[in-house]
């Protein structure tokens, strides 16, 4: 059964980096679109960065020169190294991958105080 689970997620202060992790059970990152959204208490949920297949990337505006995604295809995990953490970057964060057929995570929370 294919699962995607998040970690690295707690909470911080504002300045202050996590890295989160991606790990792919019954399922290959390898030739697939990927990403990372977020969602807080009565916002959309926005897409943050993506990792396409061919290999190119897209960042928020909003976290462009912050956050960087990444793929360890020999540990078959994605990450998401964000750098220089906000308040408004306080949300549950997503990761997704799939050709077709898009694959979630279960989430992990980031706060981020002031």
């Known amino acids: 059964q294919v699962q995607l689970v998040e970690s690295g997620g707690g909470s911080v202060q504002a300045g202050g980096s996590l890295r989160l992790s991606c790990t792919a059970s019954?399922?290959?990152?390898?030739?697939?679109?990927m990403g990372w959204s977020r969602q807080a208490p009565g916002n959309e949920r926005e897409l943050v960065s993506t990792?396409?297949?061919?290999?190119?990337?897209y960042y928020a505006d909003s976290v462009k020169g912050r956050f960087t995604i990444s793929l360890d295809k020999t540990k078959n995990q994605l990450y998401l190294q964000m750098n220089s953490l906000k308040p408004e970057d306080t949300a549950v964060y997503y990761c997704?991958?799939?050709?077709?057929?898009?694959?979630w995570g279960q989430g992990t929370q980031v706060a981020v105080s002031s």
């Open positions: 990792l396409s297949y061919d290999g190119t990337t």
């Open positions: 997704a991958a799939g050709q077709g057929r898009v694959y």
């Open positions: 019954g399922f290959s990152f390898d030739g697939t679109d």
